[in-house]
């Protein structure tokens, strides 16, 4: 993968072997796999401090990422967050680590535009790498979500 040829980043949060909580990972995944080259990819995983770097070095950012929120599983949307505090309260598994490399980001004087891609889901479940139906379902919407948001940014 290669990174910092385009003005944006896609970055996909998550953790595979959560199965729904890995949807932004298997979302860039799948860019990569379709060669999407009109923004970099990147699996950031749980996220943390050591995504710093490559956050700041982008004009924006787009996270894809899973979401424990009042929606339906499977309920995609697209959210413009300012500060880590505007981010849903139950965004994932992986929330402070994110939360707070925003906040980081911020005060550095370094903040990229952060776009939010949020996948729905049930609930956090027991250890596995398949998504459910429902995510599964909604992947190519968030995938197209991505490509509308990553064209608008471009023009």
Known sequence: MTL?????????????LLND???GVHIVNLLEHEEYTEADLLDGGTGGFHLLGFIQSYDS??????SLDEFPAGHVRVLHPK??????????????????LLDA???LGNMPDIYLVAISIKEYQEMGTELTAEVKLAVPNAIKQIKLLVGSLLN
């Open 105 to 107: 980001a911020f005060l």
């Open 83 to 100: 500060f880590a505090k505007d981010f849903p309260k139950q965004l994932s598994a992986h929330e402070i680590g994110l939360k707070d």
């Open 4 to 16: 910092e040829k385009n003005k944006i980043l896609v970055l996909g949060i998550g953790n595979l």
């Open 21 to 23: 909580e890995g949807v």
């Open 61 to 66: 950012v787009v996270i894809a990422d899973a």
